[in-house]
């Protein structure tokens, strides 16, 4: 797999890079030829998991879930964004640390 080879240093890069400063740890899971199939960024803060996985520059999922997950099938996803890897991870890279959606009917 080439994803990040095809891509030019720039926005992805600089993105990679301001994850990694929040504290975003990267793997690279590999197929059976030793391939890449996706670069994945997990970070536990907060009493939650902020996951990233690119698989291409067009297909890149991120999400937030409680800290007790399973990330590779968690029960409960508290927030989550899927698509081209700029807007996707601008969206991570926005959201708030302390983040977590309301319960419904709960005091404002």
């Not at 240093?9 to 993105?15: I, N, R």
């Not at 902020?50 to 991120?62: G, I």
Request: hydrophobic share 45%; aromatic share 4%; net charge negative.
């Amino acid at each position: 797999m080439t994803m990040l080879a095809e891509n030019p240093a720039g926005d992805l890069e600089a993105q990679l890079w301001a994850l990694r400063g929040r504290g975003f740890r990267f793997l690279d899971p590999r197929d059976d030829q030793g391939e890449v199939v996706a670069l994945v960024g997990v970070r536990a803060h907060h009493d939650v998991l902020d996951v990233v996985r690119l698989h291409s520059e067009s297909d890149v999922v991120a999400a937030r879930m409680p800290g007790d997950s399973d990330v590779l099938a968690p029960a409960r996803v508290l927030w989550e964004r899927a698509g081209a890897a700029r807007e996707v991870l601008d969206a991570m890279l926005a959201l708030p640390d302390d983040w977590v959606p309301r319960p419904a009917g709960g005091c404002r």
